[in-house]
């Protein structure tokens, strides 16, 4: 999330009640999730596992449980509870407001877009040229409808993201302030949810086609002219290169990778990255032809152990 203007590392520790190392006058443009983070974000992080990965990221603002060496160029704000001070920073740039109107007064629809009756929208969405959005879609805040989309009925396209900290009472829900991009000619089918970004934006490249009843978690990206097929389930975080093939009811772990290419056979459970241009199978997926291979030589495996 970028803030409206820039704000100094005193602004914001002030913002917090805590205490910053660094140049008063360090600059603050935006907050943002590790695997987002840009030049002029503000990261959290609340454990020493990660401490080398936030201090070396792009951010150049770091939220943490413990006063370390500043990198330079750099500046620190110092929280006994990282998480729940970036959750404040969060809801205190980007608040929720409850909205009593069916579509916000606020977005930017094109004339030229069909919107169904009992469509959903909420605070500044932008709806592009020739958009058709079916009844009993809900659009939320701050998503990017581009040109010649169609959302099918009853999606949800930005709910608030999957993400919560567990403490000894319970879990605790970051608070989301990303949002949704859907570019050009994207077709959503009925029934599917598209998570907004923590912080970040979820992406669905130009040309994906969408089937029924999938789900896409917060942060992940997917590329241009994918296939996507009933009940696929992708966590967030994950990244979906160009022209990948998912049939129905695959699942994808977070944090991974999908090659450019790539097509993943129904059912199939990727667990780990995958290399574009080739098929996969089974559940860890592999590679279609090994799995194949390994699927005809179980089936000899009962007349094997009756030959011993």
């Known amino acids: 999330m970028k803030f409206a203007r820039k704000y100094t590392v005193k602004e914001i520790a002030e913002i917090i009640y805590c205490k910053y190392v660094g140049d008063e006058n360090h600059v603050v443009t935006g907050l943002n999730e590790i695997h987002k983070v840009e030049n002029g974000d503000l990261v959290f992080v609340d454990h020493p596992k990660y401490y080398e990965k936030a201090l070396n990221s792009a951010a150049t603002t770091i939220l943490i449980d413990k006063e370390v060496d500043c990198p330079e160029g750099k500046a620190l704000i110092v929280s006994d509870k990282p998480f729940d001070d970036y959750n404040a920073l969060a809801k205190h740039f980007m608040p929720f407001i409850a909205q009593k109107d069916i579509i916000s007064v606020d977005g930017k629809i094109d004339p030229s877009a069909i919107i169904y009756p009992n469509v959903f929208v909420g605070s500044n969405v932008t709806i592009g040229k020739d958009a058709i959005i079916y009844s009993g879609a809900v659009i939320g805040n701050n998503v990017t409808i581009d040109e010649g989309v169609i959302i099918g009925p009853n999606s949800v396209i930005g709910h608030y993201a ?3 900290k567990k403490k000894p009472d319970g879990f605790d829900r970051m608070h989301t302030c990303g949002s949704v991009h859907l570019k050009k000619s994207v077709e959503i089918g009925a029934l599917c949810t598209i998570d907004a970004g923590v912080s970040g934006v979820t ?3 130009e040309g994906t086609k ?24 992708i966590a967030g975080c994950a990244t979906i290169e160009d022209n990948v093939t998912l049939w129905g009811q695959v699942g994808v772990v977070s944090d991974v990778v999908i090659g450019k290419g790539a097509v993943v056979l129904g059912q199939a459970g990727v667990g780990r990255s995958l290399e574009g241009g080739k098929s996969y199978l089974g559940s860890p997926c592999s590679e279609a032809r090994t799995k194949f291979k390994e699927l ?11 030959n011993l």
């Open 210 to 233: 969408i089937d029924n009843q999938v789900h896409i978690g917060h942060d992940t990206v997917v590329g241009k002219n994918c296939l996507m097929a009933a009940n696929v389930g």
């Open 203 to 205: 992406e669905i490249g």
């Open 296 to 306: 005809a030589a179980l089936k000899k495996l009962p007349a094997i152990i009756e």
């Open 162 to 164: 999957f993400y919560y």
